[in-house]
């Protein structure tokens, strides 16, 4: 394979956002949307054309972990599913009220019953039927929307679970990642593991591993390629579960029974950071933005070489961070990397890295020459 320069300065910060606490989650709403929570139980929405706040949510009484934002017919601003603390509240931000209260919420579940069942990332399958969740006692949980009723893994993390994903076209097929260093793979209506895998502590490409790959951030991409990162700076690529590439001949075989993802063929498992890689998103199928805790963005081309049946990653772009201390929360589309976290004073912050149109012909021909 034609090994090239990677383009460099691809993104520039466009806007720096302040908060009063530190921001903890992200997600789009459309696409001239940014949805924010914050530590100290908050929501803010964000236009992105203006960078104004258009509404918010107070007083939830706990961390906003995670956002799931949902098209609502005759709304332009989405509806937003939360999860703070032991709950999940559905809000639809397209009401009249510019500020609500937990009292606003259309829906409120309790799922945490224990100390440890804290609740962390929330994700949505395709049929928008189903709320993934997961939490700090290492439970993975479904939230029925229809029913309002949850039901959780009959398997759950030894340790932290703070990454769920749902497996493109495959509704009822989820991912999980804990801080017991494991992907498990879950039928949830079955409840039952149908595949797992463990990060290696000891064998890594690219560096010593000086900590335990506790996973801490996961991405999938549309097309069912698998990210995650861990807390010793390692990055684990996964293109066993893709579909529509290369990598599968069309009409070669059925659609499998099941993802298949996590088996060990077509992986790459590599040392790209010194500190925790804490956020990761696809913009497309095959570019992934990742931060570190520290606030080092970094934006990759993933590739599979079916000559040599290896991954390799291509690195565009990288840059540090100036004004965030460390980082909670990242989003990426084919225009922008956001990141959200705190500064040195304490204060939120969310920084909104635009890509510049001259590199546009820079990562395309990166692309062709890969």
Request: aromatic share 8%; charged share 25%; with cysteine.
């Amino acid at each position: 394979m034609k090994q090239i320069e990677p383009p460099q300065d691809v993104f520039s910060l466009d806007k720096t956002l302040n908060t009063p606490s530190h921001v903890s989650s992200l997600a789009f709403g459309h696409a001239g949307h940014l949805f924010a929570g914050s530590d100290d139980g908050s929501l803010r929405v964000y236009d992105l054309s203006s960078f104004k706040v258009l509404k918010a949510v107070r007083g939830l009484g706990a961390e906003v972990s995670s956002i799931v934002c949902m098209k609502k017919a005759g709304s332009d601003l989405r509806d937003a599913w939360i999860a703070h603390g032991k709950q999940i509240s559905k809000f639809q931000l397209g009401s009249e009220k510019m500020i609500q209260t937990l009292e606003d919420a259309q829906v409120t579940i309790q799922v945490g019953e224990g100390e440890t069942d804290i609740l962390n990332e929330l994700a949505l399958n395709a049929n928008k039927s189903h709320l993934a969740f997961t939490m700090d006692s290492g439970y993975v949980g479904i939230l029925d929307l229809a029913e309002k009723t949850f039901t959780k893994m009959e398997t759950k993390h030894n340790s932290v679970c703070g990454s769920v994903k749902f497996v493109p076209d495959r509704p009822r097929e989820l991912i999980s990642g804990g801080y017991d260093t494991f992907l498990l793979h879950f039928d949830y209506v079955q409840r039952k593991v149908l595949s797992r895998c463990q990060m290696d502590p000891y064998i890594v490409e690219g560096g010593m591993a000086l900590s335990p790959p506790f996973i801490m951030s996961m991405a999938m991409a549309s097309t069912g390629v698998l990210a995650a990162g861990t807390a010793d700076g390692r990055l684990w690529i996964g293109f066993g579960g893709e579909k529509g590439s290369n990598t599968e001949a069309k009409g070669s075989k059925k659609k499998a029974k099941k993802w298949e993802g996590l088996g060990e063929d077509k992986t790459l498992l590599i040392k790209v950071a010194e500190g925790p890689i804490v956020a990761i998103a696809f913009s497309d199928a095959r570019r992934l933005a990742i931060s570190t805790l520290m606030g080092v963005i970094t934006q990759y081309l993933l590739i599979y070489d079916e000559a040599e049946a290896s991954v390799v990653l291509q690195q565009l772009w990288q840059k540090e961070s100036s004004g965030l201390e460390k980082v909670n929360a990242l989003v990426a589309d084919d225009k922008r990397i956001i990141v959200g976290g705190f500064s040195a004073k304490g204060r939120g912050v969310i920084e909104v890295w635009k890509q510049e149109t001259a590199s546009n012909d820079q990562v395309l021909e990166a692309e062709k020459s890969s």
